[in-house]
């Protein structure tokens, strides 16, 4: 029974991090630096690989859990979103003890123009999640983008 209940509160912080990062792309900076915050362990490690990107490589983006709010906003406004949707699925969690791996499957909409162009992105987070005294958390979140494509209506 613990393992259901480990499992269902680690499968809570990636849906965490998507509310976070979408309360950033609806421009609420300080929202989702503290949401991120609630996923995250303080010292945790964010990082991201682009389509493209040596997987073996050093990631194209790096930083902690607040930082991460900063860059993910970067990245939007320098972009020019509106606003964005994160869908995660395919949830597979593994419990170690005190320790565990999530892996999850990423869809993400950022919207240019509401009615006329998005940009779609597809990958996956590959996760290392602790138990602390406050729940699990994300200890090493690790995002590999595999597509980043811009669709328009005609």
């Not at 607040?66 to 906003?73: G, L, T």
């Not at 940009?119 to 290392?128: C, L, R, S």
């Amino acid at each position: 029974m613990q393992r259901l209940v480990d499992e269902a509160e680690i499968e809570k912080l990636t849906y965490c991090y998507a509310e976070a990062t979408d309360t950033i792309g609806r421009g609420d900076l300080e929202g989702g630096r503290s949401r991120y915050l609630q996923c995250f362990t303080q010292n945790a490690v964010v990082a991201a690989y682009y389509p493209g990107d040596d997987p073996n490589g050093p990631p194209s983006l790096i930083s902690g859990p607040s930082a991460w709010a900063d860059v993910a906003k970067n990245e939007f406004d320098t972009a020019g979103y509106t606003s964005t949707q994160h869908l995660n699925g395919n949830v597979v969690i593994n419990v170690q003890g005190n320790t565990g791996t999530m892996k999850t499957y990423l869809q993400a909409t950022h919207v240019l123009e509401a009615n006329s162009s998005v940009e779609v992105a597809h990958g996956w987070y590959d996760d290392i999640v602790v138990r602390t005294p406050h729940g699990w958390k994300i200890a090493k979140r690790t995002l590999h983008l595999q597509t980043f494509l811009r669709v328009e209506s005609p």
